[in-house]
């Protein structure tokens, strides 16, 4: 099993940056693409990004092209979401995610944290 663990959510004003982390236990996660989804209240899971396992293949959402970027670390293990120019719109639970293809969808992914709540102020 692998467990992961999301961090550096919290309170930030819109225009802000924010860089989450998500650390993985359990397993390395160099073998496995890895994958970033948000959930607003009321709302279902939705895509935003996701990197191939060597890192060379991403997929954006339309909504953090150009805002964002998605990174990891084989070596430490982990999986980061640079945040930028965020939008009150942002506000959501987000989540990390490993599977076996950098996939959109979230049947595609084998491993789920349990999420790190940014708010967004306007």
């Known amino acids: 099993q692998m467990q992961l663990v999301e961090s550096g959510g919290g309170l930030v004003q819109a225009g802000g940056s924010r860089n989450l982390s998500c650390a993985a236990s359990?397993?390395?996660?160099?073998?496995?693409?890895m994958g970033w989804f948000r959930q607003a209240p009321g709302k279902g899971r939705e895509f935003v990004s996701a990197l191939s396992r060597g890192g060379g293949t991403t997929n954006y959402a339309d909504s953090a092209k150009g805002r964002w970027t998605i990174s990891r670390d084989n070596d430490k293990n982990r999986l980061y979401l640079q945040m930028n120019s965020l939008k009150p719109e942002d506000t959501a639970v987000y989540y990390c995610?490993?599977?076996?293809?950098?996939?959109?969808?979230?049947?595609?992914?084998?491993?789920w944290g349990r999420g790190t709540q940014l708010t967004v102020s306007s």
């Open positions: 359990g397993r390395s996660i160099t073998p496995y693409a």
């Open positions: 995610a490993a599977g076996g293809v950098p996939a959109s969808t979230p049947r595609y992914y084998n491993f």
